[in-house]
C-alpha cells in the first residue's frame, strides 16, 4: 500500500513545476488526484501521464479566485472519486517589479491569485471536509518570501506572507474538526516560471539577456543551487499522508538552507 493510498487529492496550479511533481508523486504512492489548473489542456496532460503510470486521476480548468469555478472543482473531485482528503493550494503566480514602480494592478493580480485563491479554495475544501466529517488535510505553498522580503518582490512576499497567516488561522479553526493545515517554504526552484521571472529581473536592472538572476540568486542557499521539483515532492507525500497527522499551523522551509530560521 501506498503512503497515501486511496486519498482523494485536489492540486491546484497542477500542471506544470512544483504542482505537476507533486501530482504524480502522490499519485505514485496511492493518491487519486484532481489535477486543476487555469490552463486545461495542460492539466490534462498530467492527469493522462497518471493514468497511463497505472494511476486514477483526472483533471479540470479552475481559476481559483473564483468561487464558482472553486465549488466546481470540489464538486468534480466528489462525483470522480467520492470524497475529498488533501487539497494542495499550489496555485500561484509573480511579476516583479522594483518597489518604487509597483502599482494597483500589480500589487491586485499577485496578492489576488496568490493569497485569494489559497482562502476560497481552503474556505470550500474545508466545508466539503466538515460535511464528510472524517477530517482532511490543506497544504499551502509558501515561500521564502513568506519569511523574507525582497525589494523586486513586494507584491509577493506580502502575498506569501499572507500564506503563512493563512496556514496559522486556519490550523486554530479547524482543528475542532480534524483538518489540519501546513504550508511549506521552497526557495528558488526550477519550473517554467523560473524564465518569466528571469526576463522581468533582467528589465527591472537593464540586464543583458545572456543574464541569469535567478540561477545567481539560488547560489546563496547553502546548497548552492536551485531545487528541482521532484526534490520537493518526498515532503509534499509527507504533508498529504497520516504520517504528518500531528502537525499543523506550521510552514516548513524546504529551500536548501536559503533562510534559516
Not at 97 to 110: A, K
Not at 174 to 181: A, F, N, P, R, S
Not at 204 to 210: K, L, T
Request: aromatic share 6%; with cysteine.
Amino acid at each position: 500500500m501506498g503512503r497515501v493510498q486511496d486519498r482523494v487529492v485536489i492540486v491546484t496550479g497542477g500542471a506544470g513545476g512544483i504542482g505537476a511533481a507533486a501530482s504524480r508523486a502522490v499519485a505514485a504512492e496511492g493518491g487519486k488526484l484532481v489535477v486543476a489548473d487555469l490552463d486545461a489542456a495542460a492539466a490534462a496532460n498530467v492527469a493522462q501521464e497518471i493514468v497511463d503510470a497505472g494511476g486514477e486521476a483526472t483533471s479540470i480548468r479552475v481559476d481559483v479566485t473564483d468561487r464558482a469555478q472553486v465549488k466546481a472543482m470540489i464538486a468534480a473531485a466528489i462525483d470522480s472519486f467520492g470524497e475529498l482528503n488533501v487539497i494542495f493550494n499550489n496555485a500561484g503566480m509573480n511579476r516583479p517589479r522594483g518597489f518604487m514602480d509597483v502599482d494597483e494592478e500589480n500589487f491586485d493580480q499577485i496578492v489576488r491569485v496568490n493569497t485569494w485563491g489559497a482562502i476560497v479554495c481552503t474556505q470550500e475544501a474545508a466545508r466539503q471536509m466538515i460535511a464528510q466529517g472524517k477530517g482532511g488535510k490543506i497544504v499551502n505553498t509558501g515561500s521564502i518570501a513568506s519569511r523574507q522580503a525582497f525589494w523586486d518582490f513586494v507584491p509577493y512576499c506580502v502575498a506569501k506572507f499572507g500564506i503563512l497567516a493563512l496556514t496559522q488561522a486556519t490550523a486554530r479553526g479547524l482543528i475542532e474538526h480534524g483538518i489540519t493545515v501546513n504550508a511549506f517554504a521552497p526557495g528558488v526552484v526550477d519550473t517554467p516560471m523560473w524564465i518569466g521571472l528571469n526576463e522581468d529581473i533582467r528589465a527591472i536592472h537593464d540586464q543583458p539577456i545572456e543574464a541569469d538572476p535567478m540561477r545567481e540568486f539560488a547560489t546563496g542557499t547553502l546548497v548552492g543551487r536551485a531545487a528541482a521539483p521532484e526534490e520537493l515532492t518526498p515532503f509534499l507525500v509527507y504533508l498529504a499522508s497520516p504520517e504528518s497527522d500531528y502537525m499543523t499551523g506550521q510552514m516548513y522551509m524546504v529551500d536548501g538552507g536559503q533562510v534559516l530560521v
